[in-house]
């Protein structure tokens, strides 16, 4: 099997990854205002939840596809044994699909009766029923998509992406206009993911002949993934827990008119996770390498700490142009049909974003070293800290109150991610990355304030904060002549 990843991330690899993330953003920015208009509130703030529901299927492999990326980046296997232990996999992937397929079958009329609107109860039914189809493809999609970014196959990998990005949200979108029914467009969904994971299936069988084995041989063969993914599945299955369930209390105790209110404002927020989401999988072969001591070109802490500035210069940059434009943002997409208190939710979502692409670093950094146990004792710690907040905070404060602890649980998340990263660092790389932190920690917190405050001033100051540092950043590297080598670096391990 050609290891591609042993040459180290590519400009074009990057770009690759960005465009199989901006075309589907595109993609939701233009469905969505559709969405809301043909289904009504009701039925899109359903739809949205669906659709997390659809993504957090994707941590019910048991760690295998982030195991797989890790293994694969660690040693040059032949094509014989990658195609084996991927095989492996397949089969333990798709028992883990249909297993959960076949119960979300069986709880959808008990779980679809949450929703307490006897008009939506079949409806909903039926759409919970589609959705369990998905659950196979979701699985073996994430899995192969892992082999794809291990062996460096950006372009493949990020092509496939685009179309069902794109797909996801156009395909619901035209299906809405010509019958508003959630049904139809789960099942739109269901078609989408179907497709994705066989273009990727296709994909990695080229690069190795996947041989498919029983169960028990495969659980045999994957033994030490498994060990691996062990503590990656706690953390799986806690991390997306606080990433949605904000937005599935909030559909339990309050109106689905409410969740869309909410879920709103925190798509536009969360497409600031756009730039990581493209940056990392690049990296993070790469971080297994330099931590691993298999590429010695640069010293393992340079890399995390110079993607962490560039990630964080930017997506401040964006979250203070959105919050400056959030009145804005939130009437056109939302058409006159959300309330102000949406704009306050944008703003602190924002704030709460920024942290979490910070974040996103630290934890690949920690992750590429292997110890998965530390991640997942922090997120069962941070659960226990964010559910008691979610019900005080939704309850005195309502939406506002759930993007405020959602922006708490951010804040310790990038916190401590940040310190566990340090201790693999240099004293000065540790410095950097700790003012680092510090500085967007007090810059979230003045978005934050913003949300809350209705001077002028303010507002600028949010803006006008990313531009100076930008300018100021970008005239020194140039007098330096430090910026492109410092991108490069990124670029070029």
């Known amino acids: 099997m050609t290891h591609h990843v042993n040459q180290g991330p590519r400009q074009r690899d990057l770009l690759y990854s960005a465009a199989g993330l901006l075309l589907p953003l595109a993609a939701a920015m233009c469905a969505l205002p559709i969405l809301i208009q043909a289904l009504g509130l009701t039925r899109f703030g359903l739809l949205m939840m669906m659709m997390a529901g659809v993504l957090y299927l994707s941590v019910l492999d048991l760690g295998i596809g982030t195991a797989i990326t890790y293994w694969l980046s660690r040693r040059n296997s032949s094509a014989d044994e990658s195609g084996g232990v991927i095989g492996s996999a397949t089969t333990v992937v798709l028992v883990i699909g249909l297993f959960v397929g076949a119960a979300m079958l069986y709880f959808a009329p008990r779980l679809a009766s949450l929703v307490g609107d006897a008009d939506l109860l079949a409806d909903v039914t039926l759409a919970l029923r589609v959705l369990g189809?998905?659950?196979?493809?979701?699985?073996?999609?994430?899995?192969?998509?892992?082999?794809?970014a291990a062996e460096q196959r950006f372009w493949e990998l990020n092509w496939i992406r685009s179309l069902m990005g794109v797909l996801s949200y156009a395909g619901p979108a035209a299906a809405s206009l010509w019958m508003p029914s959630l049904s139809l467009s789960c099942a739109v969904l269901v078609a989408v993911r179907a497709i994705w994971a066989a273009l990727l299936f296709r994909e990695c069988h080229r690069l190795a002949p996947i041989r498919l084995s029983g169960a028990v041989d495969a659980v045999l063969t994957l033994r030490p993934l498994?060990?691996?993914?062990?503590?990656?599945t706690v953390s799986n299955l806690?991390?997306?827990?606080?990433?949605?369930?904000?937005?599935?209390?909030?559909?339990?105790?309050r109106s689905a008119e409410d969740v869309a209110r909410y879920v709103t404002p925190y798509e536009i927020a969360t497409r600031l996770t756009?730039?990581?989401?493209?940056?990392?999988?690049?990296?993070?072969?790469?971080?297994?390498?330099?931590f691993a001591?298999?590429?010695?070109?640069?010293?393992?802490s340079a890399l995390p700490m110079q993607t962490a500035f560039w990630i964080a210069t930017a997506c401040a940059l964006a979250a203070g142009s959105l919050s400056f434009g959030a009145p804005a943002v939130i009437k056109i997409i939302g058409g006159g049909e959300l309330a102000e208190d949406s704009v306050k939710v944008l703003r602190i979502l924002l704030a709460a974003t920024l942290l979490n692409c910070l974040?996103?670093?630290?934890?690949?950094?920690?992750?590429?070293?292997?110890?998965?146990?530390?991640?997942?004792?922090?997120?069962?710690?941070?659960?226990?800290?964010?559910?008691?907040?979610?019900?005080?905070?939704?309850?005195?404060?309502?939406?506002?109150?759930?993007?405020?602890?959602?922006?708490?649980?951010?804040?310790?998340?990038?916190?401590?991610f940040c310190r566990m990263a340090g201790s693999n660092e240099d004293a000065v790389q540790r410095q950097r990355s700790r003012t680092l932190?510090?500085?967007?920690?007090?810059?979230?917190?003045?978005?934050?304030?913003?949300a809350f405050g209705s001077a002028q001033w303010?507002?600028?100051?949010?803006?006008?904060?990313?531009?100076?540092?930008?300018?100021?950043?970008?005239?020194?590297?140039?007098?330096?002549?430090?910026?492109?080598?410092?991108?490069?670096?990124?670029?070029?391990?």
Request: proline residues 5%; hydrophobic residues 60%; charged residues 10%.
């Open 133 to 148: 189809l998905a659950a196979a493809p979701v699985l073996l999609g994430a899995l192969y998509s892992g082999v794809l």
């Open 359 to 416: 974040a996103q670093v630290h934890f690949a950094q920690v992750q590429s070293t292997g110890r998965t146990d530390l991640i997942a004792k922090v997120h069962l710690v941070e659960v226990c800290l964010y559910i008691p907040a979610l019900l005080l905070l939704l309850d005195i404060l309502g939406i506002v109150g759930v993007a405020l602890a959602w922006a708490l649980r951010a804040s310790i998340d990038a916190g401590v």
């Open 293 to 300: 001591n298999r590429d010695t070109r640069m010293p393992p």
């Open 458 to 493: 303010l507002d600028v100051l949010v803006l006008a904060i990313p531009l100076l540092v930008c300018f100021g950043v970008f005239a020194n590297f140039r007098s330096q002549g430090a910026l492109m080598r410092s991108l490069r670096a990124i670029w070029r391990v």
């Open 274 to 290: 756009l730039l990581p989401a493209a940056v990392m999988p690049v990296l993070f072969p790469a971080f297994v390498r330099l």
């Open 437 to 450: 932190f510090w500085g967007v920690a007090m810059y979230s917190l003045l978005i934050t304030v913003s």
């Open 226 to 232: 498994l060990r691996f993914g062990a503590w990656l």
């Open 238 to 253: 806690v991390g997306p827990i606080m990433m949605y369930m904000d937005r599935f209390y909030l559909g339990l105790v």
